[in-house]
């Protein structure tokens, strides 16, 4: 047997890993660590799943929420002007607006000045989910601001700066 078919592949680790399972304290996380990214999209992820589930409505994430809370202020919003506003492309946004029209909770009509552009409002049923979700979105809040504590302005301030920075 030659000396290279002896060899561990070069990305293979040295010692297995412990089988975790759901309990993530046993990973090594090496320069992740001190990832923003990385910290910053996990944060969203666990927002996010305690969100759906407060919600309870099949797929109606904060992001849909967050859609609808936007059509809801600003009447008439073009879908152009909400994807920049939500910071979604038209490729994500699209699906979106279509399943929120799908469950009746929004109306989407060609705008009058511009046909190649859509406007959107909320439906009746729209208005009573925005006010369902709002009730929800308020509980998760105080249930961040319990974590954040007195810094949530400046935690919100730096998020911000990030969005701003790297946005395009």
Do not use: C, W
């Amino acid at each position: 047997m030659n000396e290279q078919s002896t060899r561990r592949p070069k990305n293979r680790p040295r010692t297995p890993s412990p089988e975790i399972g759901a309990d993530t304290s046993l990973l090594n996380f090496a320069e992740l660590d001190g990832v923003v990214g990385f910290h910053l999209r996990r944060a969203q992820e666990a927002s996010f799943r305690a969100f759906a589930s407060s919600a309870g409505e099949g797929d109606l994430r904060p992001g849909r929420f967050a859609a609808l809370m936007l059509i809801g202020n600003n009447p008439g919003i073009t879908q152009i002007s909400l994807s920049r506003a939500i910071g979604r492309d038209k490729s994500t946004l699209t699906p979106l607006i279509r399943d929120l029209q799908a469950r009746g909770l929004i109306h989407r009509e060609q705008a009058e000045t511009d046909r190649r552009a859509y406007r959107l409002t909320l439906t009746p049923d729209g208005e009573t989910m925005l006010e369902r979700l709002r009730i929800i979105a308020a509980e998760h809040d105080r249930k961040l601001d319990e974590i954040i504590g007195e810094r949530k302005t400046e935690f919100i301030t730096l998020l911000r700066r990030i969005v701003t920075a790297l946005g395009s």
